[in-house]
C-alpha cells in the first residue's frame, strides 16, 4: 500500500486574528476562531488538539493551550486563560478568566469563571447548581445552569461575565463582515 505524500498545513478552515502562536503539530479543527485583542497573546503548544466550533478570545492577558490539552467541540475561551497539559475540556464548556490544571478534566457543558461578580449580582441569576472541584490543591468552581437563555438580560460585569448565543452571533458577523447584499 502507498501512502500520499505530507500535505501542507492549511490555515484555511479555522480563523486566525491578532497574535497568535501556534505550534506546527497542533491539530485545529474547521470552525475555530483564535482572536488575541491588543496586548494580549493565544499560545498553542505541540500536539494541542482544538475541536471544531471553538472560540477562544484572549483580552487582559494571553490565553495558553499546553501541550496535549484537548478542546472538544463548542468550547468557549474567554479572558486570560491557561489550560494544562493533558488537560481535557468537555464540549460546550465556557471558561472565563479561569486556569485549568494540568491533568484534569472538565465536564461537558461546565461554566467555569472568576468569582469577581458582587453577591448580590448572584441572587439575580437564574437558579443553577455548583460544584467545586479540588484539584492539586486548587478549588476551582463548577456551575450548571439551568436557563441559559435568560442571561441575555443580564447586565455585564467587570472580567466576568455569561456571553450568550447573539452576542457570538453578532462577534461572528463582524469578524467575517457578513453582508446581506
Known amino acids: 500500500m502507498q501512502l500520499p505524500p505530507p500535505q501542507p498545513v492549511s490555515t484555511s478552515h479555522y480563523c486566525v486574528i491578532g497574535d497568535v502562536i501556534i505550534h506546527p503539530h497542533a491539530k485545529i479543527a474547521p470552525g475555530v476562531i483564535l482572536q488575541a485583542a491588543p ?10 488538539f482544538i475541536g471544531a466550533g471553538v472560540i477562544v ?13 484537548k478542546l472538544e467541540a463548542g468550547v468557549l475561551v474567554l479572558g486570560s486563560v491557561e489550560i ?12 472565563i478568566n479561569t486556569n485549568v490544571n494540568a491533568l484534569q478534566a472538565v465536564p461537558a457543558g461546565s461554566l467555569i469563571g472568576d468569582n469577581s461578580r458582587p453577591a448580590s449580582a448572584m441572587s439575580e441569576q437564574p437558579s443553577h447548581s455548583s460544584t467545586v472541584v479540588n484539584v492539586a490543591s486548587q478549588s476551582i ?41
Not at 57 to 69: K, L, M, R, S, T
Request: hydrophobic fraction near 35%; proline fraction near 3%; charged fraction near 15%.
Open 57 to 69: 478570545q484572549a483580552f487582559e492577558g494571553n490565553v495558553v493551550v499546553n501541550d496535549n490539552a
Open 39 to 48: 496586548h494580549s497573546k493565544i499560545e498553542v503548544a505541540a500536539n494541542a
Open 141 to 181: 468552581e463548577v456551575n450548571s445552569y439551568t436557563n441559559p437563555s435568560a442571561f441575555q438580560s443580564t447586565p455585564s460585569y467587570h472580567k466576568s461575565g455569561v456571553i450568550g448565543r447573539s452576542y457570538v452571533t453578532q462577534l461572528l458577523d463582524i469578524m467575517f463582515a457578513r453582508n446581506s447584499s
Open 84 to 95: 494544562g497539559a493533558n488537560a481535557c475540556i468537555g464540549e460546550s464548556t465556557t471558561i
